[in-house]
């Protein structure tokens, strides 16, 4: 069961990794910066970079369920902090980011 920090859920690595393998409805975000994804994100997850976020608030949809990924889990929680303000109830953060992510990654831009 995830833990919570400051009224978000936290998932780890092996969380993360069931949540995809059983194909849960859950919209998965990662808001690193371009170059980091380029070198190795999870696949099909999508780049929305962290200080674009508030610029693509009407982009998202408050009924969705969202993850978000970044290096540590710091500016994830960050992004998942800031959209919980917004009135967002359903945000969680990946808590250990990439460097805990031990499944296959994709290089470059996802189409």
Not at 2 to 24: S, T
Request: aromatic share 8%; glycine share 8%; proline share 6%.
């Amino acid at each position: 069961m995830p833990n919570q920090i400051e009224g978000i859920q936290q998932y780890d690595a092996e969380e993360l990794k069931k949540i995809i393998e059983n194909k849960e409805n859950i919209v998965l975000i990662d808001v690193r910066e371009p170059e980091e994804y380029n070198a190795g994100h999870i696949p099909g997850v999508p780049l929305v970079p962290m200080n674009t976020i508030p610029g693509k608030i009407n982009d998202l949809d408050k009924d969705k369920e969202y993850i978000f990924v970044c290096r540590s889990g710091n500016r994830s929680h960050q992004v998942a902090r800031f959209l919980k303000q917004q009135g967002f109830e359903k945000v969680h953060n990946f808590n250990g980011g990439m460097l805990s992510w031990r499944e296959p990654v994709k290089t470059g831009m996802e189409e």
